[in-house]
């Protein structure tokens, strides 16, 4: 039986925001851009929350639902500097820490530096050393598999420690509501409910077969869950999938010019993002938004690497045009780079075809 332990920091940028400034604290907090900015909520303090504020909203709605707002412009260096304090925390305790953002990590405590056979106790102990180094509170979920231990994490916060315990969890899967299932979507909840299903004694009265048959291969992932089994180990290393750049633009556009010049600057902004990884990929993709928030995304896959600026302009432009549907406006537009490889990786690959 395995030891999760699912670490959120209680939101965060607002949080260490308030650190730097205590006179911001006890009041309705929003970081991101400016409300008259088409900028989106990167986090809100607890008291913005109250009025419906959460983070990937426009600034102007947050603007909307709660007028007293104060905004903040974030400061990611600062919000990195205070992440690698608290996993420098979490390494005392174990190696095996698989990081899911700047604030949230899962850490398996299994065997642990400390010798500690209770997962519960680790948990304390992290947040009593979070809250002295870093004046920043953190939530720790408990339980043997990582999805219970994400969903616990959530259960009393700010500030929270919820354990589920192996002989707990059917009885709390059972009463739990269908739209607390980490992995159950506002989509997929509706839909849940109009087959009436509302919490998770109700899913689990359905079979496998009905639920492939209405969710398709998600089908069998919610089997699981419903009945406490998720065999995903914590993985210390995660690995890149893709690496990407974006921009939105403070007025929609239909002027290929100016969308040209903008895809060159992504170009430019992906490729040192490419050197500063040390890495490499053989397919691109771009993005388009319209104006009415229809997303398009066009990719082509190449047999070589991509590993250059003038490639990935070129092939930017190309994908672009292929895609774009010139009688509407766009409002953002994006370049991400897949099917990666690291260089240090490709230094270390045996040699498999002969050269001159």
Not at 27 to 32: E, F, H, Q, T
Not at 36 to 46: D, H, L, N
Not at 85 to 112: C, G, R
Request: charged content about 30%.
């Amino acid at each position: 039986m395995r030891k999760i332990i699912h670490a959120d920091m209680d939101a965060f940028y607002a949080s260490v925001e308030i650190r730097e400034n205590p006179s911001l604290r006890g009041k309705p907090i929003v970081v991101g851009g400016s409300p008259e900015s088409r900028g989106v909520v990167c986090a809100a303090s607890y008291e913005a929350r109250k009025y419906g504020v959460r983070s990937a909203i426009p600034c102007s709605m947050a603007k909307r639902l709660c007028p007293s707002a104060i905004f903040i412009y974030p400061n990611f260096s600062l919000y990195k500097e205070a992440s690698i304090q608290i996993h420098e925390i979490f390494s005392e305790f174990t190696d095996l820490i698989e990081p899911l953002s700047l604030d949230e990590a899962y850490l398996d405590v299994t065997e642990n530096k400390i010798s500690e056979p209770f997962a519960t106790e680790i948990a304390k102990a992290i947040k009593i050393r979070v809250k002295k180094e870093t004046e920043l509170t953190i939530s720790c979920g408990v339980s043997y598999n990582k999805f219970l231990a994400k969903i616990a994490s959530d259960w009393k916060k700010p500030d929270g420690l919820f354990v589920i315990r192996p002989e707990q969890a059917e009885e709390f899967l059972d009463e739990l509501p269908i739209g607390k299932f980490h992995g159950i979507g506002k989509v997929t909840e509706k839909k849940m409910i109009h087959l009436g299903i509302k919490n998770g004694k109700d899913l689990k009265k359905m079979n496998l077969w009905e639920l492939e048959k209405y969710f398709g291969k998600t089908g069998k992932f919610y089997y699981n869950i419903v009945r406490g089994i998720d065999n995903r180990e914590v993985n210390s290393y995660r690995e890149r999938k893709s690496l990407g750049i974006e921009d939105t633009f403070s007025i929609d556009s239909q002027d290929a010019d100016f969308l040209e010049k903008e895809l060159n600057k992504l170009a430019s902004g992906l490729f040192l993002r490419m050197e500063k990884n040390e890495i490499r990929g053989r397919t691109l993709t771009v993005k388009l938004k319209y104006s009415d928030f229809t997303v398009k995304t066009i990719s082509r896959t190449f047999s070589h690497w991509i590993e250059n600026e003038d490639e990935i302009s070129e092939i930017s432009c190309e994908l672009f045009y292929s895609g774009w549907e010139a009688d509407k406006s766009i409002r953002l537009l994006g370049i991400s780079i897949g099917n990666l490889e690291r260089e240090e990786e490709a230094e270390n690959q045996p040699m498999l075809f002969a050269t001159d």
